[in-house]
């Protein structure tokens, strides 16, 4: 159980996906503009990292060991990840079609969220095992989201703050993501796992 | 050899399951008409006037989930594409002069002693607002009456008034804040501001 709560800390405060491993700031920046939308995000993500977590590492150990086919563990975890971001966009499509519109293009760039590729070959890495694979998956998901909230939260702050001109839009959101990351580094030696 | 051949039918296995697993979701989540229209659709003012260029608020609303621009509808006027602004997350704009200008809220009104009882007016009207039969005066429910104009033109005594609405003190209202998309942060108000620092 320690162990569980000591990876949940690990990924989603000392080693934040985002803000300290730099992994996945295509839709940190792109998302952010709207608390609303990042919300969204936030949720799909979750639900795709977390899947995606657990069945590249059952796809590894029950399809790649046996057959010594380790070194194609790359390509057969894009596929699973392509795979279970069409499931999502899917479901989402299906259950929610305002949250489908404001997501847009960014469902399917989930697919391209190098966090996600990062966390299964992390995972492999680590020789973390189902339970382990799950947890890590979870808690990168949750550092995400709270990256994205907490960053979106701060950019609808900025944008009706009185910034100087040649500092506005883009610039001092990757400001203030600086900062944000900054922060997080206070978190490194926390835990050591 | 053994060693290609197995990682090859490996991943071919692995894409039969994935291409199956797709496969049954896209039946079993399949959605059906697009509900987006459903929502633009009871943003828009049902005049069904047809002044955007389509037959009815219906069509319009399908062709605006197909892209086309939320500025074409006078008789929702400026409220109703802030409102649409809103639901797409896109910017408002002004309302396209080609279609039409925002008026104020007009009623039809039937000058029933010039009436000859033509039906051509009912025939006309969106929303079924004119009573009457033929060779008997026609007349006009006011609350149903969308001021859509529709009935003016097929009058052949153009006996047909467009009355405005007037302001009396049982239909008053507080004007809504103009500058409420501003007070809370969000991309539109910081789009005004660059444009505005440019």
């Known amino acids: 159980m320690t162990e569980f709560l000591l990876i949940l800390i690990s990924t989603v405060l000392v080693n934040n996906f985002v803000l300290v491993q730099f992994l996945g700031l295509c839709p940190f920046m792109g998302v952010s503009n709207k608390l609303e939308t990042a919300m969204g995000m936030s949720l799909a993500t979750t639900f795709v990292l977390t899947l995606s977590s657990v069945c590249s590492y059952l796809v590894y150990s029950t399809l790649l060991v046996p057959f010594e086919l380790e070194y194609l563990q790359t390509i057969a975890f894009i596929l699973v990840i392509a795979v279970v971001v069409q499931f999502t ?15 847009g293009i960014f469902l399917p760039l989930i697919t391209t969220n190098c966090a996600v590729l990062g966390v299964a070959l992390l995972n492999i890495k680590k020789q973390n095992g ?17 990256a994205l909230v907490l960053f979106s939260a701060i950019r609808e702050r900025i944008a009706v703050a009185d910034v100087p001109v040649p500092f506005r839009g883009a610039a001092i959101g990757m400001v203030t993501a600086g900062l944000m990351s900054l922060a997080f580094m206070g978190f490194a030696g926390l835990v050591q796992f | 050899m053994t060693t290609v051949i197995t990682a090859i039918l490996i991943l071919f296995c692995l894409a039969v399951v994935f291409g199956v697993i797709l496969g049954y979701a896209s039946v079993r989540f399949r959605v059906e008409g697009n509900p987006i229209v459903d929502q633009i659709d009871s943003l828009l003012p049902q005049t069904q006037c047809g002044q955007c260029g389509y037959p009815g608020c219906r069509p319009y609303a399908e062709a605006i989930a197909n892209g086309e621009a939320i500025n074409k509808c006078p008789p929702g006027g400026q409220s109703t594409i802030e409102a649409l602004a809103d639901l797409l997350d896109v910017e408002a704009v002004p309302l396209d002069a080609e279609h039409g200008e925002e008026q104020v809220k007009k009623v039809a009104f039937i000058r029933e002693d010039e009436c000859i009882g033509c039906t051509k007016c009912i025939q006309a009207c969106p929303v079924d607002a004119i009573l009457g039969a033929a060779k008997q005066m026609h007349t006009v429910i006011v609350d ?52 505005e620092a440019h």
């Open chain 2, 144 to 195: 149903e009456c969308t001021g859509c104009d529709l009935c003016v033109e097929p009058c052949p005594v153009d006996c047909i008034d467009m009355i405005p609405v007037e302001t009396t003190i049982t239909n008053w209202k507080w004007p809504s804040p103009t500058e409420s998309s501003s007070l809370i942060a969000t991309d539109r108000g910081r789009g005004a501001e660059q444009q």
């Open chain 1, 89 to 103: 966009e899917m479901v989402v499509h299906k259950t929610s079609p305002l949250l489908y519109k404001l997501l």
């Open chain 1, 130 to 146: 189902f339970l382990e694979s799950i947890a890590y998956g979870f808690g990168a998901a949750v550092g995400f989201s709270m």
